[in-house]
């Protein structure tokens, strides 16, 4: 027998032209999937992808695997189903703000409370790109587009906070462009059991161009992003001397730099990825205010959806008899006619 | 034929030939109960028979409440019985409001059982009756049993320590025990009922036992009005076999288990609860021995995109609802024809539009499983006919699914889903496999490979080496599946999408007479749930002389090759349907027939006798 040939990120490219736009943030996160997808120890064959409409949802169209492209809002609903009929699979769905917070907000709320076993990819854009750009759940207050050229009026909401709510047990935050930083988030999310939520900041240069500078700008990236690593202190900055402290009096996430008033390094939070009041917390802080928090925000394992229906049904083989349709038939009151 | 009617004399006992009895009460009288332990007991008794559950839309309306009135009437003789039946000859009244709102279906001189202890002041207010209707003389044209069920029931449950609301609720089971002995049925098998559903609770089986035997004996000893004495039905002559009671939910759920082994396939069944289609998802929900996953999604979208995604994933999807669920599903469904995956969903209509009549049934969804969806998207409907004919649909449906890699609609329809008749049971050894085939092949693979005979594009699942390909909404090229905004192409893709549906006539079987033959001056075409009265109409018509066929339509979408030469042959079409005429359009427009139509939208189904008066009119209207 031969050996298999090692698999390469670059058997997970597809023949298909890309059709974002020069400059989208998608690319990045196309070649960042690409490179996890030999390190994930599943055979090829194996690997799905699913995703509904808008710019993000393209993607399976691009990577070598199985794919299903959908429509608009409901791929965690097609994922379900995918994984529901063989859990064997390994089920990737790629989403975006418009397609799975606002057409699809009830799909992932239901899919990360049921805890289905998918990596959940969440572009986030703050804008409805494919529609040619008119403000979505994540825009800003005072967005001016198409649709509100005035500006937008009402509020957005946070995808991280959002899945939280949603009862998710694994809540990751990452950037296009961060490459390696990405690709490390992409492994903790497939390896957690069970729903995985990674929330992607990710530009759009033709309607929403530079919406995340401030985070990935290399002058001000260390003073505007929050590295959480489970059981390291959130500290930050060029110098690493600022860091983040829970004041006990308002219940609430502050800014502190080691050295002044009397700071040390022992008033900084350790990151307990654990910690759902904590997550809480870090979903909330946004700049200019404070850093924006990247990294897995929350991870707390529990049991699956689809692992609880399959064994459900492996208890009642045990006791059941074969699956039997004249048996079926014949079951309850029957009577026979001479 | 009725109670009221004797045919013969036979040892003193009065022999008729068919029966209809309706019990009537408040929801929480127990009164389908009643009637199912009535249906087992006839069934085991030999005579053919047909139900109809009709229950209100409230779980629970206030007691005495006219649209809390729950009723399950029954249908039974000596001859062959397809519907619930037209006329009421006995009707159980537990409250007013059950008598007010079903009086004026009792033929005359029909039999009423009341229970006089629930005509209170109240109750009768309620009711909107402004005096007793049992003493004040209104009912002289009906023979009446008026008896103080409540008063009965406490003295013979007394043994048994019930508080006073528990022994009240053994009223429905005394009432039984009188209509059992009022038909010489056997109270045995309900009394085996009785002990296993209550194994937990002892005390309340024997007051429920109590209660049916204090019922039989009050109808053996009691002096009961002149003319009502025990009734003999003949047993019906029908085939020899295995029977039982089945309802087209059972029907529908064995049918698609055993469709799923047929084929080789396993089946995820997604849905949503709706009325009267949940109890579907828990019959499956009951399977987990057969290859059949359940899920009860957060919505219809969700469920109805669950299946598509497990049919992607090599199972076969499945989801079920009633119309406003499915008009919900259209987009998928959509998907499903774009993508030309296998699926299946189920229509278990109801009156609407909208939430409507949700309890109640209707045919108002064909054109719905026709047209409802965006763009050309073309997909074969099937219809079953009877509760047990759910099964062979439901097979036909899975069969067409697989084979052909599109999504298939069945139409069923409440009244069909909660009525139960008697199913000689078939041996599922006599049903032919047709077992699917994946692709595991990487030769020459596409994703757009498609059968040449069938057109079925390949089924290539998630999992296969080799294989990994993409499929999605954007159309797709012919020869390789890839995303292609072409026109031309798209032409070629619309026309081989609909050659595909449409090619199926050639794989179903031809049209058939349910009765009569081609070439006459009347034929009546129905389809769905309106077989059993038509049957009967067309049979007693065709006694009486006329020249009149019966056409009964399974496979709505593709129609069967030969159909519509067959209606041509005919002088008159009449279509009655139970909407306001939406398959008659489409034989006048696929056929350019003058069909004419015959419609009723009441939330009730057709009585055996609007359709002989139709056909009568008809045919007068020829000569």
């Known amino acids: 027998m031969n050996a298999p040939e090692k698999v390469t990120w670059k058997d997970f490219e597809t023949d298909q032209e890309v059709r974002w736009c020069p400059g989208c943030g998608d690319y990045a996160i196309l070649k960042a999937v690409q490179r996890t997808m030999p390190d994930l120890g599943v055979p090829k064959e194996n690997i799905v992808f699913v995703s509904g409409i808008g710019c993000s949802s393209r993607f399976p169209y691009y990577m070598d695997t199985y794919g299903f492209h959908s429509i608009h809002g409901r791929a965690p609903s097609i994922a379900t189903g995918v994984k529901l009929a063989n859990p064997e699979l390994d089920v990737w ?52 587009s198409p649709s509100t050229p005035d500006g937008s009026v009402d509020l957005p909401l946070g995808p991280c906070a959002f899945a939280l709510g949603a009862g998710a047990r694994f809540i990751a935050r990452s950037i296009d462009t961060e490459m390696k930083h990405l690709t490390e988030v992409l492994m903790r999310a497939h390896d957690h059991k069970g729903a995985s939520f990674i929330e992607i900041y990710q530009n759009c240069p033709v309607y929403n161009d530079g919406i995340f500078d401030h985070v990935k700008d290399k002058k001000t990236a260390a003073d505007m992003q929050l590295h959480v690593r489970h059981g390291e202190p959130l500290l930050f900055g060029k110098e690493v001397q600022k860091g983040i402290r829970l004041n006990p009096k308002t219940i609430s996430l502050e800014v502190v730099t080691i050295g002044e008033d009397g700071i040390t390094e022992a008033d900084i939070m350790i990151h307990d990825e654990t910690n759902k009041v904590l997550a809480q917390m870090l979903a909330d802080i946004h700049a200019p205010d404070f850093p924006e928090p990247v990294g897995v925000l929350y991870c707390q394992p529990a049991d699956g959806y689809v692992e609880g229906v399959y064994d459900q049904r492996i208890a009642v083989r045990e006791t059941s008899g074969p699956a039997d349709v004249n048996a079926l038939l014949r079951g309850g009151h029957t009577w026979a006619v001479s | 034929m009725s109670v009221v009617e004797k045919v013969t004399q036979d040892d003193d006992l009065n022999v008729v030939s068919d029966v209809v009895v309706r019990f009537a009460g408040d929801s929480g009288d127990g009164m389908q109960l009643t009637g199912s332990n009535f249906t087992e007991a006839t069934a085991l008794y030999g005579n053919d028979l047909a139900t109809f559950p009709d229950f209100p839309a409230e779980i629970r309306a206030p007691a005495g409440a006219t649209f809390g009135v729950s009723a399950f009437q029954i249908y039974f003789g000596s001859d062959d019985v397809t519907t619930a039946g037209d006329d009421v000859d006995v009707l159980v009244a537990m409250n007013p409001a059950a008598l007010i709102t079903n009086r004026t279906d009792l033929v005359e001189g029909g039999l009423i059982i009341a229970d006089s202890g629930a005509f209170t002041d109240k109750n009768l207010n309620r009711a909107g009756y402004s005096e007793n209707p049992l003493t004040d003389g209104s009912l002289d044209g009906y023979r009446l049993i008026s008896i103080d069920i409540t ?121 949503y609860p709706i009325t009267p289609a949940s109890s579907l998802l828990h019959t499956l929900s009951e399977q987990k021995q057969f290859d059949v996953v359940t899920f009860q999604a957060e919505d219809e979208i969700a469920a109805a995109c669950a ?75 099937i219809a079953s006919q009877t509760s047990a004919d759910c099964f062979d649909v439901a097979i036909e449906a899975v069969r067409i699914a697989t084979q052909f890699r599109t999504p298939v609609m069945i139409l069923s329809d409440g009244y069909m889903a909660n009525a139960s008749e008697p199913w000689l049971v078939p041996d599922f050894n006599d049903y032919e496999p047709f077992p699917v085939s994946y ?10 490979n498609r059968d040449p005979e069938t057109l079925a594009r390949v089924w290539a699942k998630p ?6 390909h993409r499929i999605g909404g954007i159309e797709k090229n012919f020869d390789n599946g890839d995303i292609s905004y072409d026109a031309d192409n798209h032409q070629k893709m619309t026309d081989t999408r609909k050659a595909k549906v449409d090619g199926i006539a050639r794989y179903i079987p031809e049209q058939e007479l349910s009765a009569g033959q081609a070439g006459g001056k009347l034929v009546v075409v129905g389809w769905g749930s309106t077989y059993g009265a038509i049957h009967q109409a067309v049979k007693r018509s065709r006694q009486a002389g006329m020249d009149v066929s019966h056409v009964h339509v399974r496979h709505m ?48 189904p057709f009585k055996i006798r609007e359709i002989e008066e139709a056909i009568a009119a008809q045919l007068e209207v020829v000569s």
């Open chain 2, 307 to 381: 299946a598509v995604g497990a049919s992607f994933a090599g199972s076969l999807g499945v989801t079920s609802s009633s119309g406003p669920g499915i008009s919900l599903k259209g987009e998928a469904i959509s998907l499903a024809c774009a993508t030309e995956l296998p699926m299946i969903i189920i229509n278990t209509q109801r009156g609407g539009p909208s939430t409507g009549l949700p309890t109640k049934t209707e045919q108002s969804d064909l054109n719905l499983a026709l047209f409802g969806r965006h763009a050309d998207t073309s997909l074969p409907v």
């Open chain 2, 439 to 448: 692709e595991t092949s990487t030769e020459k693979f596409t994703p757009a």
């Open chain 1, 93 to 144: 769905v790629v989403t975006g703000d418009g397609d799975g917070l606002s057409i699809g907000g009830n799909h992932m709320i239901h899919v990360l409370r049921r805890n289905v076993d998918l990596q959940i990819l969440l572009f986030n854009n703050e804008i409805y790109g494919l529609t040619k750009g008119q403000y979505s759940p994540t825009s800003k207050v005072g967005t001016k």
């Open chain 2, 151 to 271: 008063a009965q029931v406490l003295e013979a449950t007394k043994p048994y320590g019930l508080s006073h609301k528990f022994a009240v609720r053994c009223k429905n089971m005394w009432t039984l025990g009188l209509v059992m002995w009022l038909f010489e049925r056997d109270r045995s098998p309900t009394i085996e009922n009785l002990k296993s559903k209550f194994a937990s609770k002892p005390e309340i089986a024997d007051a429920n036992i109590a209660a049916i035997n204090a019922g039989h004996a009050y109808g053996e000893t009691a002096e009961l009005p002149t003319g009502v004495e025990v009734y003999r039905v003949p047993r019906a002559d029908v085939s020899p076999g295995l029977y039982r009671n089945v309802t087209g939910t059972e029907a529908l759920a064995w049918g698609l288990l055993a469709g799923g082994q047929l084929a080789g396939v396993p089946i995820t069944f997604a849905s």
């Open chain 2, 557 to 604: 979408w593709p129609m069967p090759s030969n159909l519509g030469e067959l209606l041509g042959s005919f002088d008159q079409v009449l279509v009655p349907e139970m909407n306001t005429g939406q398959f008659v359009q489409v034989l006048r427009s696929h056929f350019m027939l003058d069909a004419h139509a015959l419609n009723k939208v009441s939330g009730q």
């Open chain 2, 463 to 468: 999992g296969t080496p080799g294989l990994e």
